[in-house]
């Protein structure tokens, strides 16, 4: 039988996600796997896989928090802000600053921010994505989007190396924070390197390192079940009758202050995912018996 939950893979250096994605594909022998969030071929780090069925449940995942390590370089921008693209502008005044000046511009970043996305970013444009358009050597102006960093920590000073560590919500760019902490200090930046650390409570210790010759055996035992995919939801516990209503696309009397998706269980099994409204569970997703 097919494996079918989550997979926490630990990414390295140098291939995509798509890559990684790859090899648990021919290792495993089956074609759903899916992602709850990329990382660029120079990061590393966790990444979450959904197997079989449980690609169901990666909207669930992909907003969840996120925690990085990351180095930015002070003196260089570069126009993807970040090493991968090309330098722009160098400033040797990174030489005179201290360990306070940096801890200083990194909490002016800390909180509810509207950042600025890269210019080379995935967001589209008139239609068009960003890099596309960047590339093809146009001026891209993407919009600030409200974004919140809830913890920002100078780690270690090598200059012009600066370490940090960044706790923040989805859709955060660190490579901004990279940028911007270069442009408040007034001698531009770059991001280095990127090491996602944490997805919500996953943690990159837990996660398994896969390369193309990861034994099928090796990915089985690190597969959590389909559930795991769902612990931050409100829960509901349905009696025999309420889970052949939610089964069968029947709504159920349940009472709730919960607003957003419930996860619905059997016996210990996710049954389903339903929205409550007006007292009652409305099914938007249901599994099968072997869920």
């Not at 495993?28 to 449940?57: E, N, Q, Y």
């Not at 068009?128 to 809830?150: D, P, Q």
Request: charge should be negative; glycine fraction near 8%.
């Amino acid at each position: 039988m097919n494996p079918v939950g989550l997979l926490l893979v630990d990414k390295p250096e140098g291939p995509t996600s798509h890559d990684v994605i790859g090899d648990v594909r021919r290792a495993l022998g089956i074609r759903k796997v899916g992602h709850t969030g990329t990382l660029d071929p120079f990061a590393s780090g966790l990444m979450i896989l959904c197997l079989g069925w449980a690609t169901r449940l990666a909207e669930y995942l992909v907003g969840l928090p996120k925690a990085y390590r990351a180095v930015a370089r002070l003196g260089a921008s570069t126009d993807t802000d970040d090493r991968t693209g090309s330098v722009i502008s160098t400033s040797e005044a990174w030489d005179s600053l201290s360990a306070d000046d940096l801890r200083a511009a990194l909490n002016a970043q800390a909180g509810d921010i509207d950042q600025k996305p890269p210019a080379y970013s995935a967001k589209k444009v008139e239609g068009r994505r960003a890099y596309a358009a960047a590339r093809a050597g146009e001026n891209v102006e993407l919009r600030a989007r409200r974004v919140t960093i809830s913890r920002l920590e100078l780690v270690e000073l090598e200059p012009p190396d600066v370490t940090f560590e960044i706790e923040c919500s989805s859709g955060t760019y660190v490579r901004a924070v990279a940028r911007d902490l270069g442009e408040a200090l007034g001698v531009g930046a770059h991001l280095t390197q990127l090491r996602r650390m944490r997805v919500g409570e996953y943690s990159v210790e837990d996660a398994l390192q896969v390369r193309r010759d990861t034994t099928t055996g090796a990915i089985e035992q690190h597969v959590l079940p389909p559930q795991a995919a769902v612990e931050h939801l409100p829960r509901a516990e349905l009696s025999a009758a309420g889970c052949e209503a939610i089964r069968n696309g029947r709504s159920v009397e349940w009472e709730t202050a919960a607003t957003g998706p419930v996860a619905v269980f059997f016996e210990g099994q996710l049954i389903a995912i339903a929205e409550p409204a007006s007292g009652q569970l409305l099914p938007r997703k249901v599994f099968g018996v072997a869920a």
